[in-house]
């Protein structure tokens, strides 16, 4: 079968702009293989290069080296087939929510009526139906990310590429949104590369877990399956003995990257 | 109830103000109150700062008489006229040199002279171009207003937020949309910030282009008044002219309240 995503042997160097011959090469060589309806979370250290390959999967941002390939097909210019929820505040802050919702919709031509029937659906199904008239600023943080969730999901695309998006939200809220994307998730199997520093979070939601190494030249150290049944609660998930091995076991393989990462954070 | 107590206090503070600057302007100017003390003749201040009442009683005639009226509608068409093209230009300009680095590069010590040049001394040839009606009022409005326009719908498309730009193209948005549903936006939230500005030079080019040559408007009116030393005319004028800035100022104000609702604005809770 074609994987839904496929990065191939990717190398990514920055160039300084005020001075050339200094470079930093973020990403070395890395391949990621994502099946069609595969759900993989992707762990690293902060800084070592996710958002980079992230980018690089939207087709936002060329690599210096390797090959994207989207469905097979050779990736040239944005990914049209991904949908990517951005780890910072990527909403429109001059449209309110609904708005803001139905903006794919409305890049796509679709007339007014039948955009805006489609957005009240989707903010009911992330939990804010009546919020549709609130400006961003006027929403919390969590739900700035379920407006942000559902503006992706109503183009129904292929991919869904995710960078961190629940980081910055608490506990609690942060659970509730990870129960709720493993819902939507379910209902039709999209392909998901789900960017996360949380190896707890990644072991709960994925299907496989990719472990970066720290930067520079960050690439994969570690790929495991994660058995664990569906549908899962990521609150119960965490406390059954199978999860505690694979967390045991990855972290075991992680540490001392992380440690590496954290001692190049504080240089 | 307390806010609305301190409320009451400062508008009767400044109403005081107001009438207490009237009255000492009365005192000082009509000959026979306190005997004179600068001037060696008491018909002299009156000559050179007029006498309120006197201006009251010229506004209230052109107000009642409806001279005025004609006038002041010259004056606020010029306004709007120099306000509406001076602003299509600045963001069309704005929007075209922030997407062109190379032609803002090649442009750029130009607007940086013309912005420096002090653009009143343009008047006389606007005069020459546009002879003495309305255009050339209009003409002189239109580059103060431009250049305001112009700087902050440059700021605006050049801090769009690279993230915001990259979801819109995420979620499929072509070149020309970007335009119209990111960028111009952006741009517009600036120029909406510099509303009060643009607005007052459009007044000011307005009211300054008939002052230098005009046979309407207010500021005709105060440079016809000077010329046989009508003191109190010129001072109702003045007067109204402030007025009149102060009510476009509140129209401004209301106006921006409409279009800038999603920005966050300080302390919107409701005190119950
Ligand atoms: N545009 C850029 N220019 C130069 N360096 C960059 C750029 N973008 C990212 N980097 C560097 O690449 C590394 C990886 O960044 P990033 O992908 O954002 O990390 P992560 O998302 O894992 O926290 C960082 O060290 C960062 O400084
Ligand atoms: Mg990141």
Sequence with gaps: MTPALALERITCTFVSRQDRAKRYTAVKETTLVVAPGEFVSVVGPTGCGKTTLLNIAAGLLQPSAGAVRVLGELLVGTNTKAGYLFQSDALMPWRNAIDNVTAGLEFRGIAREAARAQGEEWLKRVGLSGFGDRYPHQLSGGMRKRIALAQTLILSPQILLMDEPFAALDIQTRQLMENELLELWSADRKSVVFITHDLEEAIALADRVVVLSAGPATHPIGEYRIDLS?????????????????????????????????????? | MRNNGNNLALRFWQVLVLVGMFVAWHVLTVPGIVPPFYFDDPHKAPFFFGEPLKVLSRIWDWFIGGDIYRHLGVTLIETLLAFVIGTVFG???????????????????????????????????????????????????????????????????????????????????SRGQLLRYVYLPSAMSWVFASLHNSVGLAFVGAVVGEYLGSSEGVGYLIHQAEGVFDINTVFAGILVLTGFALALDM???LVERKLLVWQPRGGETERI
């Design chain 2, 251 to 253: 129209v401004v104000t």
């Design chain 2, 91 to 173: 963001v069309a300009i704005g929007i075209w040199l922030a997407l062109a680095p190379m032609a803002s590069a090649i442009c750029d010590p130009y607007v940086k002279a013309l912005n420096a040049m002090p653009r009143v001394i343009l008047a006389p040839i606007f005069f020459v171009w546009f002879g003495l009606g309305m255009a050339s009022k209009v003409a002189l409005g239109v580059t103060l207003v431009f250049f305001i326009v112009f700087f902050n719908v440059y700021q605006g498309v050049r801090e769009v937020s690279p993230v915001v730009l990259a979801n819109a193209r995420m979620l499929g948005a």
């Design chain 1, 230 to 267: 569906r549908p899962r609660d990521v609150a119960e998930v965490r406390l059954t003995p199978r999860f505690l091995e694979l967390h045991t076991e990855i972290w075991h393989a992680m540490k001392d990257e992380v440690l590496k990462g954290y001692a190049q954070q504080r240089q």
